[in-house]
């Protein structure tokens, strides 16, 4: 069988609540190791499969770090050791973390489950590197203490000024950008759109990773094609460099399950 079709029954070993909102499941698998940024389907039996990418993986265990947004996260958040996921992947292409120079990861809500992954290879690498992270409050800020023990430079906003600068990540990215070479960022759309702004208009190297609908997660039946590019960010995202997103739909447009493109930010059930 092709390895990207099979399913790997993993097993619950720990819930951790990292906010009110999101939860850490950590599983003992035989899913083979995913490089940061790429993402696994997470099926739950009688119910449906959805991308993840990875907060940490290890001789065996990943560990999924999920924000509650509807019926199937919600499920996945009432789950206890010994209960079981189907687990298929790796999928997508993850982060170049192999570039010279100081890299800067940003990070907005769930977003920072592929970023501090990415974040402990590259210390482990010895690359110099800083973690910005926004939320609304304090309690929304995800692996702050993660981040902290791997002695990394921090750069912390929220809304409500309960922790840090007070404002948005984008904001403060402004006003460190220029220390850094290279940018990673995940997270809400309007937050990746302009932090990739950002990075072209100083010509800082910027890696995004994205979101759209995934259906297959194989590159075959076209729902999270980006227009007019045609590139799949199942395929060859969901981590895309700045430049191949210019001129794409990306920011601007999300295609709904049903086919249907409405402009970011229109619809709120939609995380975009
Ligand atoms: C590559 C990738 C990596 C992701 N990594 C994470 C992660 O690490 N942690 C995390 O909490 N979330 C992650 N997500 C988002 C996660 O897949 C959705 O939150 C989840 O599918 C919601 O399912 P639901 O049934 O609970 O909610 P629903 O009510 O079905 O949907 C809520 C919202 O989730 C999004 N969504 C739902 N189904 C899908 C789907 N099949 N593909 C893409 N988006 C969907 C839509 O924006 C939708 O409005 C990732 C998405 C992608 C595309
Ligand atoms: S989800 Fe089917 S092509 Fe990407």
Known sequence: MIEELKYHKSRIIEVVNESPKVKSIILKTTLAKPAPGQFVMVWVPGIEEIPISPSYYSDGIVRLTIARVGDTTNRIHHMKSGDVLMLRGPHGRGFNLNLKGRYLLVAGG????????????????????????????????????E???????????????????????????????????????????????????ICLSRGIKCQLSIERFIKCGLGIC???????????????????????????????????????????????????
């Open 110 to 145: 769930y977003g920072a489950a592929p970023l501090i992954y990415a974040l402990r290879e590259l210390v482990s690498k010895g690359r110099r590197v800083a973690y910005a992270i926004g939320a609304r409050t304090r309690e929304e800020l995800l692996f702050i203490e």
């Open 147 to 197: 981040a902290r023990n791997m002695n990394v430079k921090l750069h912390i906003a929220t809304e409500d000024g309960s922790e840090g600068y007070r404002g948005f990540v984008t904001e403060l990215v402004e006003e460190v950008i220029e220390e850094y070479d290279n940018v990673l960022a995940c997270g809400p759309e309007l937050m990746l759109f302009k932090i990739m702004n």
């Open 222 to 272: 076209g729902s999270c094609a980006l227009e007019p590019s045609g590139l799949r960010v199942c395929r060859d995202g969901p981590v895309f460099y700045a430049e191949e997103l210019k001129g794409t739909d990306f920011g601007r447009y999300y295609t709904l399950p049903s086919g249907i493109r409405v402009r970011i930010g229109d619809v709120k059930n939609y995380s975009v």
